[in-house]
Structures are given as structure tokens and as C-alpha cells.
């Protein structure tokens, strides 16, 4: 007998709300961390396969990297803030509205690609030079962005389809889509580089087939009855409201992925004074470090669709548990693999430019922010647990401390009075701060929760 759409919404239901917090954040996490490992290989394999062009070429991924932030700055503030309150909605049995919010935030984010396409491909070469491009950098750069910038539509409807499927309960689903994608980026940049030799476009071409395929596997999800949120013009809302209340929730993943790309405008700009091979090695050490920051943030992403769903349902207790277990789980498995790269730096810097000059600048920098990886956890899952549960003013303030608050006094600071150690050690001092600061919060939220049931 074919199962119902209630009986189906009853089902993700009793998983969401009785499951086991621990099995379920466990579960909930290991697609996203899937997910977020194959996007990491491509960000890899891009760097290698343009890294062996020239160290101009090598530089140019750390500048298209922070075009890719702005992206996924507009991507993840529709996608998180829709993702989180459809979970809101469907813990409160309310899928209605869950539609109303997938199919608004759906053409919200198209719109906003689009724009983006179009300006970034209008003013590119003020645009690059911005993001801290060089003279030798430039041309490799501009022909990587182009690429970019044609898939950016494709890109943010993406992030928000991705996380209102893992929103939903549905990570598996999304995992799907992105893995697929990333492992065909993988296969075509050694072919479109070096086999069809169109050397840096040939990444960026790569990139922009795989967003293809992946972005038509996460649609096709909605469109073969998957989820409980669907995509129609016809559920696009008409108030204001729902418009804000979207962006309020997801402002914090804006001002994140927003300042990550100032931040990285601005560590490529410092880096671009000592010459391309500072450029290169602070783009190497970013790719490597996000190796271990990409475990943490899926791991902090388990937690999210967890905790939204069951505050949504009133279950407190659950989103308490579930906290407290992301956060230990998380920091174990940062601090086993930041112990890994703090002992294999120098061998993993060479494995993607072997130049002197590059090995001496990324080496120790990569050792310095596997040193701060250790405490990265607390300032993600804190920062995604409140907004997960819709308390985006705490959320805004937790998003804006890594890579804005703590980090852009010290690299506008320390170079200046450290040369190209104040460079190294700006992020990874920033990461202590932030952590620090997020402490308190922590704190407040686990001993403050009301009880089960309660208003």
C-alpha cells in the first residue's frame, strides 16, 4: 500500500522528536560531513591541478575562492534562514507554510545569482583586483571567475535546495547531489586542464558542469516527491514579512560567508606585499586547513535540523542533549585531525607547490591554524545552534567574531609590526578570541533552556 503524504510527515515526525539525540545528530552529520569532504577534495583538486601551471596560477584559486564567498554569502542566508524556519514549521506541523517559506527562498536565491553574474562579469577586473589580485595574477584569475560567475545562479539555488533538504531531516538526499557534483569536478579539471589544454579556465569550466549536474539532483529531489517542502511559483509569498523574517534568520550565515570573503580580500591583499608566493602559500594553507574546518562545520550542520525541529516541537531537553553531544563529538574529531596536519605541514605544503618560497611562508602558517582548530567547535556550534532555533540577533553576533570582529583589526595590525608572521598568526589568534568570547553563550543557552513543553 502506497504510503500518504501525512502518514509520511507523521513518520519524519517520530524520527525526528523520539530518535535517540545522539544517534540522530550522529546520523543527521555523517552525510553532511560527506557532503562537505567531497566539496573540500574539489577545492583541493583545484588547487593542485592549477597549482602545477605556476605560482601566479596558484594565487589565482585564493582569489576566486573569495569570489566564491560572496556566493555562497547570499546562497547560505537564504538557504539557512529558509532551511531553519521550514524545520520550525514542520516540528510545529505546519507544512503549509513550509512550502510557502522552500518555494520563496527558491527564486529569492535565483534572483540574487543572477545579479550577481551579471555585475561580477560587468566590473571583473576592478572585481579581482579588489580581491587582492595581482599584475601576473590577474589574467589567471579572471579566466577562473568567468566560469564562476556563470554558475553563481546554479550555486545559490543549490545552497539553499541543499539545506532544506538537511533541514528537513533529509541529509542523505542532499549529500547526494553535492557528492555526485564534486566528484565529477575531481574528474573533468585533469581533462579540461591538461587533456584539453585550457590550462586555469579549464577549472573553472570544470566547476561550472559539475554545479550543473549537482543543482539538477538536488531539484530532482523536490520534483519526485522527497520532501515535504515544494518548489511553485504558485507558494511564493506575497508578504514582506516572510521576506524579512528569511533574512533575519539566515543574517548570520550572510555576515559569515560575507566577511570570509573580506576576509580573504583582505589576507590576500597583506599577502600580496610580500609577492605571488606569499598569495599562493596563504591559499594553499586556507584549502588544506579547510580540510578540518569542513568536518567541524558538518559535523555542527548534524546538529542544526536536530535542534530546530524539536524547539520547534518544544522539546527542550532534546535540543540541550543534542548540543552538548555535537560540541564533544565535534572537538574530538577537529583536535585528532589538526594533530595530523600540525605534524604533516610542511609535507602537505610540497605536495601542492613545491617552491622554496612557498613552503617556507605556508608551513608554519598551516601549523598555526591547525593550533587553533582545536577550539574551532566551540564558536561553530554554538553559532548554529542559535541560529537553527531562530535567535539571529546572538547568531549575527557569533557569525560577525572569526572572520570579522577578531580577525580584521589583527591583519590590518599584525603585519605591520610582524611582517610576514603577523600574516600567519592573524587567523588563528582571531580563532582563540572568538572562541572565548562564544563561551559565555554556550553557557547561557545550556543552563537557561525552560523545560519541556513550555512557552
Request: proline residues 4%; aromatic residues 10%.
Amino acid at each position: 500500500m502506497k504510503t500518504t503524504q501525512s502518514e509520511k510527515s507523521e513518520q519524519q515526525f517520530k524520527k525526528m522528536t523520539q530518535t535517540p539525540v545522539n544517534r540522530l545528530v550522529f546520523a543527521m552529520s555523517i552525510p553532511t560531513v560527506i557532503s562537505m569532504m567531497v566539496s573540500n577534495i574539489y577545492n583541493l583538486a583545484d588547487t593542485y591541478f592549477v597549482s602545477s601551471i605556476g605560482t601566479s596560477a596558484s594565487g589565482a584559486v585564493g582569489i576566486v575562492f573569495a569570489l566564491m564567498a560572496i556566493i555562497q554569502a547570499f546562497g547560505f542566508m537564504v538557504g539557512h534562514g529558509s532551511g531553519s524556519l521550514v524545520s520550525l514549521s514542520l516540528g510545529a506541523r505546519d507544512i503549509d507554510r513550509a512550502k510557502k517559506i522552500a518555494s520563496t527562498a527558491f527564486f529569492t536565491a535565483l534572483i540574487f545569482g543572477s545579479t550577481i553574474a551579471v555585475l561580477g562579469e560587468i566590473f571583473i577586473t576592478p572585481l579581482m583586483y579588489l580581491l587582492g589580485s595581482t599584475d601576473t595574477i590577474l589574467p589567471y584569475a579572471t579566466e577562473y571567475a568567468r566560469y564562476i560567475l556563470a554558475a553563481a545562479p546554479l550555486m545559490s539555488v543549490s545552497f539553499v535546495m541543499n539545506n532544506i533538504l538537511r533541514y528537513e531531516g533529509k541529509a542523505a538526499f542532499a549529500m547526494i547531489g553535492i557528492t555526485f557534483g564534486g566528484l565529477l569536478n575531481v574528474a573533468l579539471d585533469p581533462l579540461f586542464i591538461f587533456v584539453l589544454k585550457m590550462g586555469v579556465a579549464g577549472a573553472g569550466m570544470a566547476t561550472a558542469l559539475s554545479q550543473v549536474v549537482s543543482s539538477g539532483l538536488l531539484l530532482s529531489m523536490f520534483l519526485l516527491g522527497k520532501t515535504q517542502s515544494k518548489f511553485n511559483v504558485k507558494y511564493i509569498s506575497k508578504s514582506i514579512s516572510d521576506y524579512l523574517k528569511i533574512f533575519k534568520t539566515g543574517a548570520p550565515s550572510l555576515l559569515r560567508q560575507g566577511l570570509n570573503s573580506i576576509a580573504a580580500m583582505l589576507l590576500n591583499n597583506a599577502a600580496a606585499v610580500y609577492g605571488d608566493p606569499a598569495v599562493a602559500a596563504m591559499s594553499i594553507v586556507g584549502r588544506v586547513s579547510f580540510v578540518v574546518f569542513a568536518f567541524g562545520i558538518g559535523i555542527g550542520q548534524g546538529l542544526q535540523p536536530v535542534s530546530s525541529f524539536n524547539y520547534g516541537a518544544k522539546l527542550y531537553s532534546r535540543v540541550r542533549k543534542a548540543y552538548i553531544f555535537t560540541l564533544c563529538y565535534g572537538t574530538a574529531v577537529c583536535v585528532t585531525l589538526s594533530s595530523v596536519g600540525l605534524l604533516a605541514a610542511g609535507f602537505l605544503i610540497k605536495q601542492f607547490r613545491d617552491d622554496p618560497e612557498v613552503i617556507a611562508i605556508g608551513t608554519p602558517a598551516l601549523r598555526a591554524q591547525c593550533i587553533a582548530m582545536f577550539v574551532c567547535m566551540l564558536l561553530q556550534c554554538t553559532n548554529m545552534l542559535y541560529q537553527s532555533i531562530g535567535k539571529s540577533g546572538i547568531a549575527t553576533i557569533l557569525a560577525s567574531l572569526r572572520s570579522g570582529i577578531c580577525f580584521i583589526p589583527l591583519i590590518l595590525l599584525l603585519p605591520h609590526f610582524f611582517g610576514v608572521s603577523g600574516i600567519v598568526w592573524a587567523q588563528p589568534t582571531a580563532d582563540f578570541i572568538a572562541a572565548a568570547i562564544s563561551l559565555p553563550f554556550a553557557l547561557q543557552f545550556i543552563n537557561y533552556l525552560p523545560s519541556d513543553g513550555s512557552n
